[in-house]
């Protein structure tokens, strides 16, 4: 009795821990792109702009036409990327349906040699592949799978891909424009309120991808703060050869 309960709760621990993420979301990586990219980008703009000793009023507006001009070019990029991506897929199983039923024998032993070529035994292979192939979408869904490495019932949405950029994009960029918008008149608090968003966006990326908290946050800030440093001194420069 006690070897059994030993092996019942050592199952259980094991499907507690043997749950995955899901890593084939159309929503995550373009959410996370356009945040950092918002942030970065508008940070890098409008210092770029307040080092050529510009008004309030210029670096509000520059801020702003950032966001908007930023937000919909990564909503429309990211829409085109995905649905080119998406289109290519649904394709490549259109010739797929098409060889299934019109060589379901081919396709049949294909698989069967797939099993066969990863240790199954063969005749054990034969009747796995035939049996599966009985219903002509599963057998779709396992071909796409074996041969194109993706799953035919997941494919990540043009919309929501779109969406979420603009979205997470458009919050980003708001970050260094805020304090401007609340009556802000040095660079300080922008920098400021920026850089701790890029920390805790690259904060918050770690906890999604099992990282280490600190190292993702520094990481963004190291590289948000680099950004904004050099189109400071660029805009400073240019600033001083145009007056």
């Not at 930023?70 to 394709?91: D, H, I, K, N, P």
């Not at 396709?107 to 199954?120: K, N, P, Q, T």
Request: glycine share 12%.
């Amino acid at each position: 009795m006690a070897i059994i309960d030993t092996e019942a709760s050592l199952h259980e621990a094991h499907r507690d821990n043997h749950t995955h993420r899901d890593v084939n979301g159309g929503w995550l990586r373009p959410a996370v792109f356009g945040a950092m990219d918002g942030l970065v980008s508008n940070l890098a703009l409008m210092t770029g702009v307040a080092g050529g000793s510009v008004g309030r009023q210029a670096i509000i507006l520059t801020g702003l036409a950032g966001l908007a001009a930023g937000a919909f070019s990564m909503a429309a990029g990211e829409y085109t990327s995905v649905a080119s991506q998406r289109e290519l897929v649904e394709a490549e199983l259109d010739v797929e349906r098409h060889e299934l039923r019109k060589h379901p024998k081919d396709e049949e032993a294909e698989l069967a040699a797939l099993y066969a070529s990863r240790g199954v035994e063969p005749a054990l292979a034969r009747e796995v592949a035939r049996q599966l192939s009985k219903d002509p979408e599963q057998a779709l869904e396992i071909h796409a799978r074996e041969e194109l490495g993706i799953d035919p019932g997941d494919l990540p949405s043009p919309l929501v891909a779109a969406v979420s950029s603009f979205g997470a994009f458009g919050l980003g960029a708001l970050l260094p424009v805020l304090p401007y918008l609340l009556g802000a008149v040095a660079l300080w608090p922008a920098v400021l309120l920026a850089l701790a968003g890029l920390f805790g966006c690259g904060a918050v990326v770690a906890r999604v991808t099992a990282r280490s908290w600190w190292f993702s946050g520094l990481r963004q800030l190291a590289l948000g703060g680099a950004a904004a440093g050099v189109t400071y001194a660029l805009g400073s420069l240019f600033g001083t050869a145009v007056g």
